[in-house]
């Protein structure tokens, strides 16, 4: 699975934040870090699915709890990371952010 794609893409729907992370060359570590908790949370939610489902396949299963995992983190980007116009995000704000996180949910 390509976690740090996916990772990517949406820190790209965030321009001020993806330029910033950019330029202070912390666009890789923080796509990384976002991705290990990507698949940490898209395995808690394959979980939760089989237990709650039992009669989805394995396909439906991955797929659902794939889609679910990334909604999580997009509400964590809108909520975190969505910077006014006139206020940009600072990179530490930003930064301690992340290392603070160790899920979305």
Do not use: C
Request: charged content about 20%.
């Amino acid at each position: 699975m390509q976690y740090r794609t996916i990772v990517l893409g949406l820190i790209q729907r965030h321009p001020q934040t993806y330029q910033l992370l950019h330029s202070n060359r912390r666009l890789m570590p923080t796509a990384d870090l976002y991705a290990e908790q990507l698949k940490a949370t898209h395995q808690s939610w394959k979980g939760r699915l089989a237990k709650a489902n039992p009669h989805f396949n394995p396909l439906q299963l991955e797929g659902e709890s794939l889609e679910l995992a990334i909604r999580d983190l997009e509400n964590y980007l809108v909520a975190h990371f969505q910077a006014n116009e006139n206020d940009p995000i600072s990179l530490d704000a930003a930064m301690a952010f992340i290392r603070g996180r160790t899920q979305f949910m």
